[in-house]
Nanobody
Framework: QVQLVESGGGLVQPGGSLRLSCAASGSIFSINTMGWYRQAPGKQRELVATITSGGRPRSNYADSVKGRFTISRDNAKNTVYLQMNSLKPEDTAVYYC???????????????WGQGTHVTVSS
């Protein structure tokens, strides 16, 4: 199976920056799109950003984070990053990593989730 482990969350003041990391490990044949989602207290989980695989990956962002967040990946390390700048109190949430992966050659594409990392933006 594939495990995703996030890191980099914490408490930051408004206007500050954080960088989240998510490393995939375990039985990995291939990883397709990777992404970040978040869930604020009392709200549904929402997409933050995704990035495709391949030599020229394409990224997609929620309108609320465009221009402030940047998603990137290191395929050699099976890791996806989320650079978050100009953070706002409304960015406070648990951030989850997601990846579509195949554990083996004959398996189907399966979505995997990390355990989440807390981001709190507060003065």
């Amino acid at each position: 199976q594939v495990q995703l482990v996030e890191s980099g969350g914490g408490l930051v003041q408004p206007g500050g920056s954080l960088r989240l990391s998510c490393a995939a490990s375990g039985s990995i044949f291939s990883i397709n799109t990777m992404g970040w989602y978040r869930q604020a207290p009392g709200k549904q989980r929402e997409l933050v950003a995704t990035i495709t695989s391949g030599g020229r990956p394409r990224s997609n962002y929620a309108d609320s984070v465009k221009g402030r967040f940047t998603i990137s990946r290191d395929n050699a390390k099976n890791t996806v990053y989320l650079q978050m700048n100009s953070l706002k109190p409304e960015d406070t949430a648990v951030y989850y990593c997601n990846a579509g992966a195949k554990p083996s050659y004959g398996s189907s594409w399966t979505p995997y989730w990390g355990q989440g990392t807390h981001v709190t933006v507060s003065s």
